[in-house]
Structures are given as C-alpha cells and as structure tokens.
C-alpha cells in the first residue's frame, strides 16, 4: 500500500500533451490530510522518504496559507469514539495531539474522527482540547449550511466546535468512479456546484487517502491532473479547511444527528451489533455484539486494577496515562508501573474498528484486536489468567460464518494467545537474522530493543516498559530455508525451540529475501535476471520457466540433467511459495519414467518435492 499510495501521492506524475510526464508533484502540498499516528510510526520507520514528503506538504501548505498546515490530527487509535467511554476519548484525543504536535511541530487546527464517528461528547472533548474542527458528513447535521460553508456546533456543556460538511455524492463519485479515472470530468462537476451570489463558497470533498493508487491504480495522477487544472482557474482557490476557516468562522448553528458515522447507514452499529451492514452477502455480523461485550468487560476489569495498583507508583494514574505514549515517562518510574501503562495502551487500542467492520470473527482485523487483549493480559499480573478465562468465556459467544473456524474463543486460542513469550521471539528474530543476513539486522525487534550481552549471548528490552530478559540463542539450519532457534531464558530452567514461522515477521521477511538472492544465484542465468531487473516477466513467472527449462522436453535426449540446479529450483519455489509448474511435473514424470536409468535414478528422490508417490513413480519407472 506505502509504494502503490502513500509514495505515489507525494510524487505523483502529471502528463503532458504528448502523453509523456510533464512535472512531478506533492499532491499533498494543496490539499487537507490525515495520517494516524500509527501508520506515521510506521512510515517514518520503513518509508522514512515518503515520511519527509508528508512533513514537507505541511511545511509547504503554512508558507502558502499563511501559517494553516494542511495536516489534520486523528485521535491515537482508529477507535469508534460515541462507543468509548469519556475518560478513553480524552486520552484517545490527547495522544493523538501530543503525536501531531511532536511530528508536525505546531498545535492541530482541525481533527478527523475515525469512520467520522461523532456525538455530542465527543464533539465536546475535542473542543475542550482546543481543536477547532471537524469533518463530517453531510447526513450527519439535520440541516446543513449553504454552499458548503462551516457550521457551528454547541455542545450541551456549552463549549463550540467548527463543523465542515463534505460534499457527499461528490465524494461517492471520486472513492466508486468515476471521477477518479477522468480528471477533466471530476474538474467540471466541481466547477458545476453551485456558488453564493456573493461571499464564499467552498466545495469540500472527503475520500479514504489509499483511494488514490491503491484502491484504484494511477488514482494519484487523477488527482495531480485535477489539482494543475484548478490551480490554473482564476475563480478558484484551493486551500485547506484551516485556512477558510481562518477567513470564514462559521455564521449558522448545526444540530448533530448521534450517535453518527459515515459508514454505517445505522448510525455505529457496525461496531456492535448485526446492523446488515457488511462486505459480502449472506453473512452473519451475530459475533459483533459478543465481541465488544467480551472486550468491554475486559478494559473495565483492566482499568479497575490499573487505578489500584498504579496508585502505589503515580499521585494520579489516569493523569500519567494521558502523558503516556507520546510524551513518555521520568525514567526512574520502576518497570512495573510501566507495564502498567502499557496495559492500559493495549486496553485501548483492542477496540481499534476493523476489528469490527468487516464478515467474520475469524479475519485478521479481529485476530489483531484479541492479539492487543492478549498483551494487555499478559501485563496484568498474578490474576492475569482469571482475566483471559472471563474473556474466552465471553467469546465463546461470537460465532463465526465458518463451521471450521469456531467462535470468538476458538480463534482467541488459535491465533491471538501468545504462544512464545514476547522477548523469546524478539531474540529469535534477531537471532536468525544475524546468522542469515547480517547486513539487515537492526536492533529494534517490534516493541523490543534487541543487542549482545557481556556473557556472549543477548539482552532483549521493551522499548516502553524497560523491562530486560537476557537470553542465549542457538541458530539450526536444516537445508537452505528449514531454519529454526534454540534459546536459554537466564533463570528459567526451560528452553525454548522457535521454529521459522514464529519469528517476527520483519525479519522473517528479511531472512527469506537473503535466501532467495542466495538461490537465484544459483538458478536463474543472465536473461532471467534481466527481466526481473526490467520488470518484463513476473519474478515468480521467472522462476518457474527456470525450473521447466531444467528439465528436458525429450526424455530420449535428456543431455546433462543438473540435479543441483533443479533441487536449488525446487527450494526457490518453496521460498517463493508457488507450486511446482504443471509443465514442470510433466517433464519430471516423462524423465523418470522413460529417460536412460542414470536419469531415472537421479531424479527420483525429487518425486515427492515435484508432488508425486515416490513408490508409485518407482513402480512406474520399473526401480
């Protein structure tokens, strides 16, 4: 998605008459954004260019409009805040200043809610923490103003917020098409809205950012060809919301329609109940209520021994859980104070809203929430095991679509609850790393600080908590890919085997890159790479034409069949993941059975690697 989008958005090409690129342009630098804080740690970790570009746009935006950045903040976690107590909005929202600000450099103007999520007391918690907009959409006020303009909203604690309302079928036509596929057309409907006779008029349209190039490919040069026409137009003025805002302070109340958002037609119950809203037909969403009920039950249980237990190390626990996260804590707080707050994230960002938005207990979104509740257990102390049997017992309730799958607790059990602890793995990672590929290992594993130790072996830090586990580790390598890690906690009399699939998965990555270089060095020859280098041939296309072309098409001239070469082919293909070529499998079984009987005899210890009974081969080929 990072090169597809985020990368593309910040350089995006502009065509010329002729067809060829006309200038290259930071799409960002003109229009309003958002990026979670999340996804910017993210960014400034593994994209660290396309980060500077999105800093750069903000920079770029206050010289042009007089000091309002295009940058909008975001609360810390992608949560649904009217399903959130006050207490997690405030903190929700105070983390996700502290991150702007840290990042941007300057104070938020303006704030996007997730999924636009709002009520009235999350309106007021966000006046409260002096932000002055927001974004919703145009269903979500009962009558909103004119020609685009900002409304004002008054919270029932009587505090005021700017309310933008987004021009919906608009916006419906760039995120579905088909504007975003013709920017003469997307230009003309702007210029078609209709404007006041006098006074300011603003059309204001709201998309998803992966939009643009990830939703629909070349989407950012749609939108880096609409914004070179606008720009051209003497009658229009592209700017931000701060920037209007600044200009233009809103001059017509609004009433909110809430609990609101702009996915769910129902309000937010795509969040917790069997609202019909969902991706594919014919599903249940019956999990949905269940699963907020377990982990509701969950934060409460949490919260409650974080305000005990935290009380013996901080004057004020909620207090220090605002300062958490971004800003950080005196180093000398003892470690169990900080596992403590970093329980306290984790019972926070379980509720993230994927974890709800799409067909089935069982997806990946789900499985990451429960993976957060997990942690936070796992930071609970002595009764933490009295906490996960409560939370199971409450999944057992959220059934999935698929028999084979379960409930809710099946998939806990199956996929979230950790199975190594979490400094284990981290020094397995960097353990495996380190004798693969050396040249990548950094010391950041996750959340854990990963280097040598004075006794020869490894120390493992969180990076948050500081708590230290000093291990030993033992690299195996069975094969070309079959690694594994061996490793001795300092105190513990077990060991632990940790096999290639439960490394991290960054240096899992990593590891199977090196050994891929490592067999194409030995597979593929001048041409093949000269079409992964030109991108003229799929690589996985690549590879296996070389593995067919090992293997002669006449089992009555098979030449020098190099076995090497074709088991080193066979191993690429594992890395690779794809299955052995159906052309590859007929020439193979033409070779053993029908080629002279030192070919045959050669290759038919590779019968099963090539997806055969090696007996029923043999039989075949009369060995």
């Known amino acids: 998605i990072e090169r597809e989008c985020y990368h593309a958005v910040v350089a995006a090409r ?45 920079r770029v935006s206050r010289q042009r409009l007089a000091g309002h950045g295009n940058a909008i903040a975001m609360p810390y976690h992608h949560v649904i805040l009217p399903l959130a107590s006050r207490r997690d909005k405030v903190t929700e929202v105070r983390w996700g200043i502290a991150d702007f600000r840290r990042r941007f450099g300057r104070e ?11 009520d009235d007391e999350t309106l007021d918690v966000l006046a409260a923490e002096g932000i002055r907009f927001t974004i919703l959409a145009p269903h979500q006020v009962a009558r909103p103003p004119a020609h685009g303009l900002p409304g004002q909203y008054t919270t029932s604690n009587g505090r005021e917020i700017a309310v933008f309302l987004y021009d919906g079928p608009l916006s419906h036509d760039v995120a579905f098409g088909p504007l975003i596929t013709d920017a003469g057309r997307w230009g003309a409907e702007i210029g078609a809205r209709p404007l006041p006779a006098e006074g300011a008029g603003l059309v204001s349209l709201a998309t998803d950012g992966e939009t643009y190039g990830h939703h629909h490919r070349f989407g950012e040069m749609a939108l880096a060809a609409l914004l070179s026409g606008l720009s051209g137009d003497p009658d229009v003025r592209i700017e931000n919301y701060a920037s209007f805002l600044a200009r233009n302070p809103p001059a017509e109340p609004v009433e909110l329609v809430a609990p609101t958002s702009w996915s769910c037609v129902h309000g937010v119950e795509r969040w917790r109940a069997d609202c ?21 039950w969950l934060a409460g249980e949490l919260h409650r021994r974080f305000e005990h237990e935290a009380a013996e190390y901080l004057p004020d626990p909620w207090r220090a859980r605002d300062a958490y996260a971004t800003v950080g804590l005196p180093s000398h707080l003892p470690v169990r104070a900080r596992e403590l707050l970093e329980m306290e994230r984790n019972a926070l960002r379980m509720f993230t809203s994927c974890g709800w938005f799409f067909d089935d207990v069982g997806g990946i979104e789900t499985v990451v929430c ?11 102390g002595p009764d933490g095991a009295a906490l996960e049997a409560g939370l199971r017992i409450r999944l057992a ?40 590929a050396p040249e990548q290992v950094r010391p950041q594993v996750g959340t854990y600080l990963v280097g040598p130790s004075e ?45 290639f699939a439960e490394l991290p998965e960054r240096e899992r990555e990593e590891i199977v890159h090196a050994i891929r270089r490592e067999l194409r060095a030995g597979v593929l020859n001048d041409e093949d790479r000269r079409h992964i280098l030109e991108g003229t041939v799929p690589s996985r296309r690549v590879t296996a034409d070389a593995l067919i072309r090992l293997l002669p ?12 070469r074709i088991t080193l082919a066979l191993d690429l293909l ?25 070919v045959r005899r050669v290759l038919l210890d590779l019968a099963e690697r090539f997806g055969f009974s090696r007996a029923a081969v043999a039989d075949a080929a009369g060995a």
């Open 276 to 296: 019909g809203c969902r991706m594919e037909a014919g599903t249940s969403q019956s999990w949905r209520a269940p699963l907020r009920g377990a982990l509701d």
């Open 14 to 58: 502009v065509p010329a008459a002729d067809g060829r690129i006309a200038r290259v342009l930071n799409t960002l630098e003109q229009i309003s954004f958002n990026v979670g804080p999340t996804l910017a740690e993210w960014l400034e970790r593994e994209a660290p260019e396309t980060w500077r570009a999105i800093l750069d746009a903000d």
């Open 455 to 499: 006794s020869g072996g490894l120390v493992v830090r969180h990076r948050r908590t500081g708590a230290t586990t000093t291990v030993t580790a033992t690299v195996e390598r069975a094969g070309r890919y079959q690694l594994s890690v061996e490793l001795q906690v300092e105190g513990e009399a077990r060991g632990y085997l940790v096999k």
């Open 397 to 436: 309730l959220a059934p999935s679509n698929h028999v084979e799958v379960g409930s809710g607790q099946e998939v806990y059990d199956a996929t979230a609850r950790p199975v190594l602890p979490g400094p284990v793995r981290a020094a397995a990672g960097y353990a495996a790393l380190l004798a693969a």
């Open 370 to 380: 429960l993976r957060y509740a997990a942690r936070a257990i796992e930071l609970a």
């Open 553 to 564: 098409e006449d089992p009555a001239e098979p030449g020098g069949v190099e076995l090497d």
């Open 574 to 598: 594992t890395v690779e993941e794809q299955p052995v070529p159906f052309d590859a499998q007929t020439r193979f079984y033409r070779l053993v059975t029908q080629g002279p009987p030192e």
């Open 108 to 118: 938020a103007e303006g704030m996007w809610l997730p999924e636009t999520a709002v």
